[in-house]
């Protein structure tokens, strides 16, 4: 896929969170800042910054650009932290913040899982976890990259692939969601 199809990683995270939601930033452009983006603009101060940090063997690299041909989709991750492997190689580990608490959707780590794929075509070998990171409780949630999240993400990166394509706006689907919107 060229340059101009690729479609934000960001947006997997919007497509499962709300249909509408998604269509509307990213076919709209509709989109203002509110309380709760304005704290997670805070939790990201220092992992946009792009700064690469090495603590012994561990490597870490902050807005590390991303991009799946394959997927079509593109973005930057918080974090990718490069462990030491058993076998001597080096094992990424991407880590996504986010500002609020573990949901009950899987918009989150899709979101990462998407990354993660990224990442295996970018570098030609596996990812197999990572983690997000939650700023309420301030912990690590471990996300394993099982065969069924990844087929779940590759299904909503098509998916998102046709929603954009078809430049209709869904109709709302009124809930809990909308308090937000």
Not at 2 to 23: E, K
Not at 63 to 70: G, K, Y
Not at 76 to 102: I, L, T, W
Not at 170 to 181: Q, Y
Request: proline share 6%; with cysteine; hydrophobic share 40%.
């Amino acid at each position: 896929m060229d340059d101009d199809g690729l479609l934000p990683i960001s947006a997997l995270q919007h497509l499962v969170f709300c249909r509408r939601q998604c269509a509307l930033i990213h076919l709209e452009g509709a989109w203002a800042d509110n309380r709760l983006t304005a704290e997670g603009n805070l939790l990201h101060e220092r992992v946009e910054s792009g700064e690469a940090t090495t603590r012994g063997a561990l490597r870490v690299h902050r807005a590390m650009p991303l991009v799946s041909r394959r997927l079509g989709l593109v973005g930057k991750s918080d974090v990718v932290e490069v462990h030491r492997a058993d076998n001597g190689g080096e094992q990424p580990f991407p880590v996504e913040y986010k500002r609020g608490m573990v949901k009950q959707h899987d918009a989150d780590r899709i979101q990462l899982c998407a990354q993660a794929l990224c990442l295996e075509e970018m570098l030609g070998i596996s990812v197999p976890a990572g983690a997000l990171f939650y700023g309420e409780p301030r912990r690590r949630e471990a996300v394993a990259f099982t065969p069924e999240l990844r087929d779940k993400t590759e299904a909503l990166a098509v998916e998102l692939h046709c929603l954009i394509a078809g430049a209709i706006v869904p109709a709302p689907e009124p809930g809990p969601k909308c308090r937000s919107c």
